[in-house]
């Protein structure tokens, strides 16, 4: 069973920083894109930041500058440090990996989800 848990969301004040991480478990081969989503209220879910396997990062145009997403191989885990937050960016924000796995005689590679954690950036 795949599963990806993340962690690190909370209240921050504008200005402030937090980091959010995901942890991909399960019967993973490997973990290929690896990125961060986030849905406002009455919103519709937005990409955040991408990371490929390889390291090569894309952003939404509102956070560039602001946050960087990273990985760990080695655990398939993706973290995104952001920065000088903004009340704009009070969100749910979800993981998301495109992963490989199951075993030898049945390996697929499929679209995960995370839970969600929220983000409140509020004085």
Known sequence: QVQLVES???LVQPGGSLRLSCAASGSIFSANDMGWYRQAPGNQRELVAV?????STNYAESVKGRFTISRD???NTVY???NSLEPEDTAVYYCNADLTSGSVWNIKRNRYWGQGTQV???S
């Not at 990371?51 to 390291?55: E, P, V």
């Open 8 to 10: 690190g969301g909370g």
């Open 120 to 122: 409140i950036v509020s």
């Open 51 to 55: 990371i490929t396997s390889l390291g």
């Open 80 to 82: 995104l440090q952001m």
């Open 73 to 75: 191989n080695a655990k």
